[in-house]
């Protein structure tokens, strides 16, 4: 007899008896324990994937939420600066009408958002071109045409720098014969030059040297500098026989004239005016006087024998001797003197005076009244020093005594030659010119109008005493022609506007250009023998180009022309330079043996012109005249666009102008009849055809953004409704894995009561809810796909067209939050939905203690709370404190601090939805955070399985241990029944 165990199974790496006799089988009992004691397992990973489920349906939410926002954004009326971009209210659509046919090739217009709406009509009187030149015939491209010279295109304009022939100048009344690679043994030729340039720089080197200076000692009196085809011969001295010079020359013809005005440049002509000498020793001022009780001061007493760059001003003195000899050097900016104070040693025999301006004291040196004829009094022509004490500063200015004065010892006389004093130089001022250092000489070539003109000439002068340095870096200047004999020059400096209006058309004398605080900049054109011709609008175009080059806003190209450069090599040489230049070349083949090159700017407009300096150097070849292909021709004028915009002419240096009306850009194509060039040939041309640009609202595309938010919304509806659903017998779908979510349900109830309601601050409109523009709430009843939904938007085209067509504000106020300020220095900056507060007043007083600074009162004025005012640096923030009807809101306010702004407001369902998504959409918004806390629930929650797991492992071993002792037991048992069947048989058998 044996217990039989059956097959051995294996459980876990272990061998445990299966199908025993009994009927128990070992494998099952075991899965069936360890199952069992999992089973709290198994229900958290029901959970888990649960969870799971709810992650993803939040992730498709979000989506939708974000797609709802997105198209509320649209419609809302975004708060902030310039966000006319961003609100589709302000799109706009724009079209042509005209009698002329094809109105295309005329005009072309495109209204950005925000673009005023209406009609405006255009007349296009010239269209705006590029200048375009080419050369002669070139017989080859690749054949070598620069011939043993080099020479760069540094400017644009072909001067004429010929050569200077055989010939003579006389300087002085002396003769100088110009030679050829010739030598100056006695000092009586000059050498002359491969150009005019090059010619007149050898004679100011001839006249500035020993040798030249030995022959003819009246040359000694000045000194010499080349400005363009002109030498200047500038006198050492003023007043007297030796400030005028004869200076005449002979030159061949066809080359320019070295100015040849004999004895024309002594101290009243305009080359010598003040501004532009340099002299050895101090300023003085004469003191005339006709009795002995008496100094006057007139600008008729002033002599010049004064400190570097000295000047005398009709306004009184001014640069004064100074610590530095250099204009930028100078340390201080004074004005009016206001009062004179003295200080008498009757002992001494000593004055001293003090000096008062604008609050900065100055002091002079001891003055003897013991130096007159008896031997008492104050000497004429005595010279009085003040100096100011501030070390920093060590600016001085001299008084001349212009009569004897008596002291005779006693102070009453001190005292009244002090009194006199004061009287005289009360109204005179002490005034520093200071040089500009950003002119750049280097800009303004030969035949630039501006040539001769440096950073002497250009004065800064400023009525701010305290004030070191320049006023600022200069950022472009602007010329504008408003007419014969009318001009206008500004140029900004560090953001202000310096100005000088109704300049004739030629300038030939000084400018003083003025800014809003009394400051000045003076262009001292006569004293650079510089002058303007301002006829027309091209001359004017090019006096602006050229103060931009001479101040360094614009830079001149350099483009380097190499010995045996080929057609080809010069072209790619000026097209490597196109986008610094502005100019671009190309090689046209009229036949095998016919090249030309092109050169024509890149942009139109007479802003966007070029010349060319040093043509001759640069196409030297032979002949210049020409005959080898180097001549250029004019293929095409550069020339401004000219169109009249209502009646009122502008010209532009483009042919698409978008600076007339804001967010217009107007193209041009085509004249539209009769040419004009200016206001004036505009109106005497009477009638011209007309094209009538219309602006108008783009319905269009927000009846398509309505119905694009109708479809977010529904789409949100339908999520929601699945979601949600429930049986009959009131259980959740399977689908609806957030139906007991309260993100969900928080989020629906929000949406569903802003669509329902009416929209607060325009209850009195008859467009204050969707169902005025045809949109409702309807029941959807569901398909094979869809749930039933509740309150889904239907809209009705026909209504939703009418009411964009004829009430487009009241749509708008039906989605936008609307803001109204009786004052341009208030902006909404940003908003929520817990505002409420429609009609009310802002009350700003920068003066009041801390916290009240800005009170919000009700439309009758009445006081309702305070807000919150914070510094941003020249302007201010302003806040809605939380808790008050204002709560969310923010405005920027640039005002001066004492202001009472009536606003006004609505709040439109746009807006309400988009902040209500925003804070569910945005990242680590709502639905963020919420699935977040899933996340980390589940993270909990696998540690918890994997605990259970472990757990159960264990006890599944423990379990195949005890069956594994079992197996051992019976297997005992059965050897012992072995041997006792054994024994009991042997006992059977009689053995």
């Given at each position: 007899?044996t217990?039989n165990?059956g ?12 199908g ?10 075991i899965n ?7 089973a709290?397992?198994?229900r958290l ?18 989506t ?12 809302r009326?975004?708060p ?9 209210f302000?799109?706009r ?16 217009v ?8 209406g ?15 080419r050369?002669g015939?070139?017989?080859s491209q ?37 030679v ?8 009586t030729?000059?050498e002359?030059g491969?150009?005019?340039t ?11 040297s ?36 004869d200076?005449?020359?002979?030159i ?87 009062g ?7 002992d001494?025999d000593t ?23 008896g ?19 060590a ?15 006693t102070?009453?006389?001190?005292d ?14 002490i ?33 701010d ?22 001009t206008?020059?500004s ?7 310096f ?16 800014g809003?605080?009394g400051?000045?900049?003076s262009?001292n ?8 011709d301002i006829?027309?609008d ?58 030309r090159?092109?050169l ?9 012109s ?6 001759n150097?640069?196409w ?9 292909g ?10 401004d ?35 004009f ?6 109106d005497a ?20 953004a ?10 949100f ?8 659903f ?14 007991d979510?309260?993100t ?6 929000q ?7 009416a ?9 204050a ?33 009418a009411?964009?067509?004829n ?5 708008r106020?039906?989605f936008?939050m609307?803001f ?6 208030l ?8 505002a409420?507060?429609?009609d ?37 923030y ?19 601090g ?10 439109g ?19 963020d955070?919420t ?8 993270e ?12 159960v492992?264990?006890?599944r ?7 594994t ?24 058998s009689?053995?």
């Amino acid at each position: 007899m044996t217990i039989n165990l059956g097959s051995i199974v294996n459980l876990n790496g272990r061998s445990v008896g299966s199908g025993i006799s009994s009927g128990l089988d070992t494998e099952a009992i075991i899965n069936a324990l360890t199952e069992a004691r999992r089973a709290p397992a198994a229900r958290l990973e029901d959970t888990i994937e649960l969870n799971q489920s709810r992650i993803t349906a939040f992730s498709s939410l979000k989506t939708i939420v974000e797609g709802l926002r997105s198209a509320a954004d649209f419609l809302r009326a975004p708060p902030g600066f310039n966000n006319a971009s961003d609100n589709i209210f302000m799109y706009r659509t724009s079209s042509l009408s005209s009698s002329l046919s094809s109105i295309s090739n005329y005009l072309g217009v495109t209204a950005s958002a925000g673009a005023g709406i209406g009609d405006y009509d255009i007349e296009i009187g010239q269209v705006a071109l590029n200048r375009q030149q080419r050369t002669g015939s070139f017989s080859s491209q690749s054949s070598d045409i620069v011939d043993d010279a080099t020479g760069a295109i540094t400017s644009l304009d072909f001067g004429e720098n010929e050569p200077v022939v055989d010939d003579t100048i006389t300087i002085g009344g002396a003769t100088y014969t110009f030679v050829e690679n010739g030598t100056d043994s006695d000092g009586t030729s000059i050498e002359l030059g491969t150009t005019l340039t090059e010619t007149l720089a050898n004679i100011k080197s001839h006249l500035s040297s020993t040798n030249g200076q030995a022959v003819h000692a009246d040359v000694d009196n000045f000194t010499y500098s080349v400005s363009g085809t002109s030498i200047i011969a500038t006198s050492k001295t003023v007043g007297g026989a030796d400030d005028a010079i004869d200076f005449s020359a002979s030159i061949a013809a066809g080359a320019p004239t070295v100015g040849d005005t004999a004895g024309s440049y002594g101290n009243s002509a305009g080359m010598f005016s003040a501004g532009i000498f340099q002299f050895a020793s101090t300023l003085a001022v004469d003191v005339a006087s006709t009795t002995d009780t008496s100094i006057n001061l007139t600008s008729s007493d002033y002599t010049v024998n004064g400190a570097v760059g000295s000047s005398v001003l009709s306004t009184g003195i001014s640069n004064i001797t100074v610590d530095g000899d250099e204009p930028n050097g100078y340390k201080g900016l004074l004005r009016t003197i206001t009062g004179i104070s003295g200080s008498y040693d009757v002992d001494a025999d000593t004055l001293t005076l003090s000096v008062s301006i604008n609050g900065r004291t100055f002091t002079s040196n001891e003055i003897s009244t013991a130096a007159g004829a008896g031997s008492d009094s104050i000497a004429a022509g005595q010279t009085i020093t003040f100096t100011d004490g501030d070390e920093t500063s060590a600016t001085s200015f001299d008084v001349v005594v212009g009569a004897e004065y008596l002291i005779d010892d006693t102070v009453e006389n001190a005292d009244a030659f002090v009194t006199s004093l004061e009287a005289d130089l009360a109204s005179q001022t002490i005034l520093q010119d200071r040089a500009l250092s950003n002119v750049n000489t280097d800009n303004i070539p030969p035949a630039s109008p501006l040539y001769g003109l440096t950073s002497s000439d250009v004065i800064y002068r400023t009525g701010d005493y305290s004030s070191i340095g320049l006023a600022g870096d200069i950022s472009g200047f602007t010329v504008t022609r408003n007419g014969s004999n009318d001009t206008d020059i500004s140029v900004t400096i560090n953001d202000e506007v310096f100005t000088v209006t109704g300049l004739s058309d030629t300038l030939n004398g000084n400018i003083t250009l003025t800014g809003s605080n009394g400051e000045q900049l003076s262009l001292n054109l006569g004293d650079a023998g510089v002058s303007f011709d301002i006829a027309d609008d091209a001359a004017a175009t090019e006096l602006q180009n050229a103060l931009d080059f001479a101040f360094g806003t614009k830079s001149l190209t350099h483009i380097e022309i190499e010995n045996d450069f080929t057609l080809v090599d010069i072209a790619a040489a000026i097209n490597a330079q196109s986008s610094a230049s502005g100019v671009s070349a190309s090689i046209v083949q009229v036949s095998d043996t016919d090249f030309r090159l092109t050169l024509q700017a890149t942009d139109v407009g007479l802003d966007n012109s070029y010349e060319i300096v040093d043509y001759n150097q640069v196409w030297h070849a032979g002949t210049g005249d020409g005959s080898d292909g180097v001549e250029m021709i004019a293929v095409q004028s550069a020339q401004d666009s000219f169109i009249s915009v209502n009646g009122i002419v502008v010209q532009r240096s483009s042919n698409s102008i978008d600076d007339v009306i804001d967010n217009i850009t107007f193209s041009i194509h085509e004249v539209t009849g009769s040419a004009f060039t200016s206001q004036s040939t505009y109106d005497a041309l009477g009638s011209h055809t007309e094209i009538v640009a219309t602006i108008a609202n783009d319905t269009e595309t927000v009846e398509s953004a309505v119905v694009n938010f109708i479809n977010a919304y529904n789409e949100f509806r339908v999520f929601a409704a699945t979601q949600t659903f429930r049986d009959a017998q009131g259980n959740l779908g399977e689908d609806a894995v957030l139906g007991d979510n309260t993100t969900l349900s928080t989020l629906i109830n929000q949406i569903s009561g802003e669509v329902s309601s009416a929209i607060s601050g325009v209850s009195d409109s008859d467009f204050a809810t969707l169902g005025a523009i045809g949109i409702t709430l309807t029941d959807y009843d569901g398909d094979d796909e869809n749930p039933e939904v509740s309150n889904i938007l239907t809209y009705d085209p026909d209504k939703l067209s009418a009411a964009l067509a004829n009430n487009y504000d009241e749509v708008r106020e039906i989605f936008e939050m609307s803001f109204s300020a009786s004052s341009s220095n208030l902006a909404l900056y940003e908003s929520n939905n817990s505002a409420t507060l429609t009609d009310y007043q802002i009350d700003i007083d920068t003066s009041r203690e801390s916290g009240d600074e800005v009170r919000i009162l009700d439309s009758d004025g009445d006081f309702l709370f305070n807000a919150t005012l914070s510094s941003l640096g020249g302007s201010y923030y302003i806040s809605g404190d939380s808790g008050t009807t204002l709560s969310g809101l923010g405005f920027i306010y640039t005002g001066d601090g004492d202001d009472v702004i009536t606003v006004g407001s609505s709040y439109g369902i746009a807006d309400r939805l988009y902040n209500i998504m925003d804070d569910y959409a945005e990242d680590d918004g709502v639905i963020d955070t919420t699935v977040a806390d899933i996340v980390d629930e589940n993270e909990d929650l696998e540690v918890e399985v994997t605990d259970i797991d472990y757990a159960v492992d264990q006890y599944r071993l423990q379990l195949i241990d005890q069956y594994t002792a079992l197996e051992s037991a019976i297997t005992q048992v059965n050897t012992l029944l072995q041997f006792i069947e054994s024994q009991a048989n042997l006992a059977a058998s009689g053995n």
